[in-house]
């Protein structure tokens, strides 16, 4: 998925960059057929895998899959890896105002409001810690499998 970034670069959301392309938390905001929405550059602090929803400090950019019980300690700005990363690579999230596809470990139905699991990086329902203004856009299948999810806003816990 190559669309147009800052100052004319193109940007491969679906990319790993191994070195620092752009500036870390560097925005664009894409209308495509796979993805929709606000993107954020940032560096992988650890492995994650591609569709994971990941916390991402805003203290020095780096991101890391997150489970329910590190979300439900603090609020924390939420990002879905576009690609698989390695440790240190860096790479675009999905921050919302659209739609991507995501991890999504639980059969949810359309409409229902995600929650972080206590498996890392992957979205259910029913759970303490809300994904703020995420949604299952269509029913998910029981396994953790990529299905689209929603948000009218930028993705962060409670």
């Avoid at 990319?15 to 905001?29: D, P, Q, V």
């Avoid at 606000?38 to 560096?43: K, V």
């Avoid at 950019?61 to 979300?71: K, Q």
């Amino acid at each position: 998925m190559a669309y147009k970034g800052p100052h004319g670069t193109k940007v491969n959301l679906d990319k790993a960059y191994t070195e620092r392309k752009f500036k870390l938390f560097t925005t664009i905001e894409v209308n495509g057929s796979t993805a929709s929405g606000e993107f954020m550059f940032a560096r992988a602090n650890g492995a994650i895998d591609q569709g994971a929803i990941c916390r991402i400090s805003l203290a020095d950019g780096d991101a890391d899959e997150v489970t329910t019980a590190e979300s439900a300690s603090t609020p924390n700005v939420l990002g879905v890896a576009m690609a698989t990363l390695a440790d240190n690579e860096f790479g675009w999230f999905w921050r919302g105002k659209g739609f991507c596809e995501a991890l999504v470990a639980t059969a949810i139905s359309a409409g229902d409001a995600l929650t972080t699991t206590a498996n890392a990086g992957e979205l259910g329902a029913g759970g303490d810690t809300v994904v703020t203004l995420g949604a299952i856009d269509a029913n998910a299948s029981g396994s953790t499998a990529l299905s689209t999810v929603k948000a009218y806003g930028l993705l962060g816990t409670n």
